[in-house]
């Protein structure tokens, strides 16, 4: 049953149910619990680690997309609305991976570039940035490589490009233009 327009021409909100508060409270806590705990274990041992840093971009990343399901399941819009299609999975993974390698190659040369025309660079990247050299590091740092790109299509080409497209009415380039 479609709600009526107030006088200002708006929607009034429907009072959310008890399944649909609780969901909420859980992806808000998703949200905002894990940057706490990560900051006092990062204050107790005086610094942050490979571990910490990539486990809280995990957690943060995953809360994100919690955000964003939870938005979509609000509004009755299926996962097909940002751009997730599990059936050419496998093809869309093994693309990024293949894609991965010319990047890969690509950003050393820019930085040897950089460095050529005079740039400074750190001597070593910080220890917080480089996984132990274990499986278990190896395996965190693919767990944050995977975490981080699902996250990052799904934020920008999937939520926030459907959003805009919905925003300009499907004027593509109205949001870059001045006027």
Known sequence: MPLEEDEGGRAPCRPLGLKEQAVEAAVFL????PSMVFSFFAMRRGG?????????????????????????WRNGE???????RFQKAG???ALGVVLFIPFFLGAGLLGAALREAGLS?????????????????LLLAFTLA??????????F???????FKAITRGRRWLCFSRH
Do not use: N
């Not at 998703?30 to 619990?33: A, K, M, R, S, W």
């Not at 942050?48 to 979509?72: E, M, P, W």
């Open 30 to 33: 998703f949200l905002i619990i």
């Open 48 to 72: 942050f680690t490979f571990v910490l840093l990539a486990s809280g971009t995990i957690l943060r990343d995953l809360a994100l997309v919690s955000l964003i399901c939870y938005f979509l």
């Open 78 to 84: 299926g996962l097909h609305s940002i751009g997730w």
């Open 91 to 93: 093809r869309e993974a």
């Open 121 to 137: 660079v750190p001597s070593r990247p910080p220890s917080a940035l480089l996984p132990e050299r274990d499986l278990g590091g």
């Open 146 to 155: 995977f975490v981080v790109a699902i996250a990052e299509e799904t934020i």
């Open 157 to 163: 080409r999937g939520y926030l490009f459907l959003r």
